[in-house]
């Protein structure tokens, strides 16, 4: 079993930066791809970055590109997000999710994830 928790969600002026952090316990993860996925209130679900197992990013939401980084420390059993020029629109809770498929590339498809964080919440405020 593994569990997931993210952290460093708070509130942040229009243009500001943050750094979400999600630590993974209970099992080794370096040979699972790792996501992070956001909800603002009222909408769906939606990935904003994915990550392979091998390091590579293999999918932005276009609408962060050139703004976030996704990275992984597998010694360290930890995804990041660094977030900079953050909009309102950013707005939202931010969940980080495991692939449940060894070697796997990083899909942008919520059933390829087995594991979830319980969110952290990132405001933006104009």
């Known amino acids: 079993q593994v569990q997931l928790v993210e952290s460093g969600g708070g509130l942040v002026q229009v243009g500001g930066s943050l750094r979400l952090s999600c630590a993974a316990s209970g099992r080794t993860v370096n040979m699972y791809a790792m996501a992070w996925v956001r909800q603002a209130l009222g909408k769906e679900r939606e990935f904003v970055a994915t990550?392979?197992?091998?390091?590579?990013?293999?999918y932005w939401l276009d609408s962060v590109k050139g703004r976030f980084t996704i990275s992984r420390d597998d010694a360290a059993k930890t995804l990041y997000l660094q977030m900079n020029s953050l909009k309102s629109d950013d707005t939202a809770v931010y969940f980080c999710?495991?692939?449940?498929?060894?070697?796997?590339?990083?899909?942008?498809?919520?059933?390829?994830?087995?594991?979830w964080g319980r969110g952290t919440q990132v405001t933006v405020s104009s």
């Open positions: 990550m392979s197992w091998a390091g590579r990013t293999a």
């Open positions: 999710a495991l692939n449940n498929r060894r070697f796997s590339s990083g899909t942008n498809q919520f059933d390829d994830y087995e594991f």
